[in-house]
């Protein structure tokens, strides 16, 4: 049940976003590694794999958040504090990500030195670019997107990593400790929403923006396997 | 051409078994009872439902034959003669014998003759497709009348013995259904002129997403490989001795119905199809109670739900029957329930499968 009530184009906003958010899940179904990870044939070197190519997502999405915070004036100081204190929780999530990564057999300076694959620097490009706009409205579509994953890695992914590698949840804390706040951030969303969703053309920024971090995230996701070396 | 279902019928075999009758009738795997039964039935809120096998496991029915007596049911109560009948679509999750199609062995046991026919196969939403592809037979002016019969004899699946067959204990995926699907069989007859007080067809569309999920709900695969099929093995008893007959319901995937589900009733609005304010009437085919609350409060989430008041379903007295269990939904709301010409109902047929979600959208009409 709706436990506040939405201004109608937010109203309007939030249905779409559902739409866009079944669309990205049905998108992750047919990445490989996922369908892999799905059928439990998946093993720690790709749980790794995978955790190396997070990194660099985590450690630039704490970036867009703190520059998207900053692109916000003060008709929208209310905005900046609650996206400010999101990014401040966020900001070194990058590092229970690196002990996870150990803990699951990884050299702490592989996943240091690894780049960005070319699905993260399309969607850190993309955000930063969307960040440094003034009173970036849409990007709420980004944390929308981005705020669901956590919610699928806590419920889904972490337990079905465990499974399939036998572990005992002492190198998929990251991912757990994403589900552990949630509800939280989920009724911050909302409330963000609300508040930044109060025209059809703030709706169709919200949306498009939406639509294209989950499109590059799922980039991301399909280039964890990919080679360059090659 | 507009199409209109004129006439229904179902048909549930043997007397109504409550929850506590369930497990003298299927038999205690090894000897045990359940520790799931409880919890399971519990959760999907069903009281009451039927099954065509007795206590000795003799079957007291064909699926072919339970197919028959809806269909009958059905014409009982319509201007129309088995001769006058010129096409039929049957759908089936299991037939009697694996070949030929279902629709020819009902068609036999009906005895309707020279009839254009259809067989649908698959689980939940096979009867939609079924009814889709008469409602688009006749639309075109193929066929003035169709009868489109869904039937399941599931039971046959939950004996005792074809667990023990299996081996030693059973696991959580394997033994769900048991306590979820039971059997019985509904029909409806389509003509494209109306008959008294009916349902006119709006339109009826699917939307499946097999690409994007693994199978969810299976009888063919042992538990613990998703790439053998039961006709690999080199004997069908080997096949049964490794599990590969035991019907499975992956309950780790099954949530996404309720996303999915949602997700094709956003788009239907979006196509202008469904107007959620417009809707009187919503049957919806959710499995189990649990599920029916997870789709209204994320329905009311989207800013599109649909009043408590205006759901109607008859899963906690009938059992749910698989692909017939909308049909049989359909044929009791019509004689049982209020509904005034111009009423508007959505059917919602979320299958879990391998998610494919189908909908229909009918008027209440009076010539």
Request: glycine share 4%; proline share 1%; with cysteine.
């Given at each position: 049940m709706t436990e506040h009530v939405l201004n109608p184009h937010s109203q309007q906003c939030l249905q779409a976003l559902m739409r866009v958010w079944f669309d990205f899940e049905r998108q992750l179904g047919r990445v490989p590694l996922l369908q892999r990870l799905e059928r439990g044939q998946f093993s720690k070197a790709d749980y790794c794999q995978l955790l190396l190519n997070w990194r660099q997502q985590v450690i630039e999405g704490s970036r867009?958040?703190?520059?998207?915070?900053?692109?916000?004036?003060?008709?929208?100081?209310?905005?900046?504090?609650?996206?400010?204190?999101?990014a401040r929780e966020?900001?070194?999530?990058?590092?229970?990500?690196?002990?996870?990564y150990v803990a699951a057999g990884g050299n702490l300076a592989d996943i240091q030195t690894a780049p960005r694959n070319i699905g993260t620097e399309a969607l850190h490009g993309f955000l930063m670019y969307r960040a440094s706009q003034p009173n970036p409205v849409d990007l709420v579509g980004a944390m929308w997107i981005i705020e669901g994953l956590g919610q699928k890695m806590a419920d889904n992914w972490a337990a079905q990593i465990d499974r399939a590698t036998g572990g005992d949840g002492s190198y998929t804390r990251f991912m757990r400790y994403h589900g552990a706040n949630d509800d939280n951030?989920?009724?911050?969303?909302?409330?963000?929403l609300n508040r930044l969703c109060q025209s059809p053309a703030q709706l169709s920024a919200i949306v498009r923006t939406a639509r294209v971090t989950a499109k590059l995230y799922c980039l991301q996701l399909e280039e964890t396997e990919h080679d360059y070396s090659e | 051409m507009n199409v209109y279902i004129t006439s229904s019928g179902h048909f549930l075999p043997g007397p109504a078994i409550n929850n506590e009758e369930i497990e003298p009738l299927l038999g205690l795997v090894h000897g045990k009872p359940s520790r799931l039964r409880r919890r399971i039935l519990q959760s999907n809120g069903i009281q009451t439902?039927?099954?065509a096998i007795d206590a000795n496991h003799n079957t007291t029915i064909s699926n072919a034959g339970m197919a028959a007596k809806a269909a009958e049911h059905c014409l009982s109560s319509s201007f129309l003669g088995k001769r006058q009948i010129k096409m039929l679509s049957a759908a089936t999750s299991q037939g009697d014998i694996v070949l030929p199609g279902f629709g020819s062995m009902l068609q036999a046991e009906l005895g309707l003759s020279d009839i254009e026919l259809h067989s649908s196969h698959g689980i939940c939403s096979s009867s939609l497709m079924a009814l889709k592809a008469a409602f688009t037979n006749l639309k075109t002016g193929e066929q003035p009348n169709a009868l489109v019969v869904a039937s399941e004899l599931t039971s046959r699946l939950f004996k005792a013995s074809r667990y023990e067959a299996a081996g030693a204990e059973l696991d959580f995926n394997a033994e769900f259904l048991r306590w979820m699907l039971s059997d019985g069989a509904g029909a409806l007859l389509?003509?494209?002129?109306?008959?008294?007080?009916?349902?006119?067809?709006d339109w009826i569309r699917s939307f499946s997403h097999a690409d994007a999920y693994p199978v969810c709900m299976s009888v063919g695969y042992p538990s613990n490989s998703p790439?053998?099929?039961?006709?690999?093995?080199?004997s069908y008893a080997e096949a049964e001795a490794d599990g590969a007959l035991l019907i499975r319901q992956d309950v780790r995937l099954l949530e996404n119905i309720v996303k999915l589900g949602v997700d094709g009733y956003l788009r239907l609005i979006s196509e202008g199809r469904v107007q959620p304010d417009k809707i009187d009437h919503v049957l919806c085919h959710y499995s189990s109670h649990y599920f029916k609350g997870k789709i209204f409060d994320m329905m009311q989430r989207a800013g599109v739900g649909i009043a408590e008041h205006k759901w109607y379903s008859n899963l906690y007295s009938r059992g749910n029957t698989g692909c017939?269990?909308?049909?049989?939904?359909?044929d009791e709301f019509r004689t049982s329930q209020a509904?005034?010409?111009?009423?508007?109902?959505l059917c919602m047929v979320p299958e879990s499968g391998r998610f494919n979600n189908a909908y229909m959208q009918l008027t209440v009409v009076e010539p």
């Open positions: 867009w958040i703190s520059r998207c915070a900053s692109s916000f004036d003060r008709d929208y100081s209310d905005v900046r504090s609650t996206i400010i204190g999101h966020e900001h070194r999530d990058y590092e229970m990500l690196e002990r996870d951030h989920m009724q911050k969303l909302y409330q963000l | 439902r039927h099954y389509l003509e494209t002129q109306p008959r008294g007080k009916c349902f006119r067809i790439h053998t099929s039961w006709q690999d093995y080199a017939a269990s909308i049909f049989i939904m359909l509904h005034q010409v111009g009423d508007t109902i």
